[in-house]
C-alpha cells in the first residue's frame, strides 16, 4: 500500500515542479524584458537630448499645479548666446568643481553629511553637483525618496557619460528653476532685467545664481539684503572659476 502511493504522488511532484519552473522562468523574462524596456529608452532619451533642445521638464507641469497661477515661462537659448558670465555664477554659487568631477563632488557630499549631523537643528546643507541638478531636472521629478535619489545618480552617470560638460550646462542653465513659473536664464532676464541672457552683467548673473537654492523664496527682482551679500560673495568667487573653454 506504501509503495503504492508513493507511486502516486511522484508525478504529482513532477508536475508542480515543472510548473513552478515554467513560472519562475516567465518571471526571468519579464524582469529581463523590463530591465532591457528600461536601460534603452532611458539611454535613447539621454542621447536623443543630447542634440535636441529641453523645452519642457517634468517640474514644470508639476508647477503649474502648485502655483497661485498658471505660469510656464521659459525660451530655450545656445550656451554661446549666455552671457559668459552665467556659467561662471552658477559654478561660483553651486558647483566649484563643476569641469574637474565625473557628476558627484564626494568632498562635498562627506562635508554636508558630517555637518548635518553635527547640527540637525539647522537647515540641511546639500551637496548636489550641477550634473546631479540636471539629472533630476530634465528627467525626474522633485522628492527626497530613495528611489528618486538611485535615478538622479543613475541619470547623472549617463549625462556625463554621453553628454560634454558644455551641453550639460547648456541644459542646465535653460531648465532650472529660477523664479515662480521661470525656467531658465533667458525667461528671468526678460522678466527680472528686461535684456536678452546674452546682455546679462557678471553682477545680474551673481544675483541669479544666488537665487538658486530656493528660487520660490528668493527673487532676483527684489533681492533682500541677503541676497545681495550672497550676490558680493559670489561675485568674488567667480574670479576664480575657470570658463568652459579654457
Partial sequence: MVIVERE??????????????SFLKRIRKIVQWTLAIFFGTTILAVVVLKFLPVYYTPLMFIRLFQLD?????????PLEEMSPNMPKAVMASEDAKFLDHWGFD????????????KHP?????????????????VFLWPGRSWLRKGLEAYFTVLIEVFWSKERIMEVYL?????????????????????????????SQCALIAATLPNPRRFSSKNPSKYMKKRQRQILANMKYVKLLND
Fill in 106 to 117: 564626494f568632498e562635498a557630499i562627506q562635508y554636508a553629511r558630517e555637518r548635518n549631523a
Fill in 69 to 77: 497661477e498658471m505660469k510656464m515661462s521659459h525660451t530655450w537659448v
Fill in 121 to 137: 537643528e539647522k537647515n540641511k546643507l546639500g551637496a548636489s553637483t550641477i550634473s546631479q541638478q540636471t539629472a533630476k531636472n
Fill in 8 to 21: 502516486q504522488t511522484r508525478p504529482k511532484v513532477k508536475i508542480e515542479n515543472l510548473i513552478l519552473k
Fill in 174 to 202: 535653460n531648465s532650472i528653476e529660477m523664479g515662480p513659473g521661470i525656467y531658465g536664464v533667458q525667461a528671468v532676464a526678460n522678466e527680472h532685467f528686461g535684456c536678452d541672457a546674452k546682455d546679462l552683467s557678471a
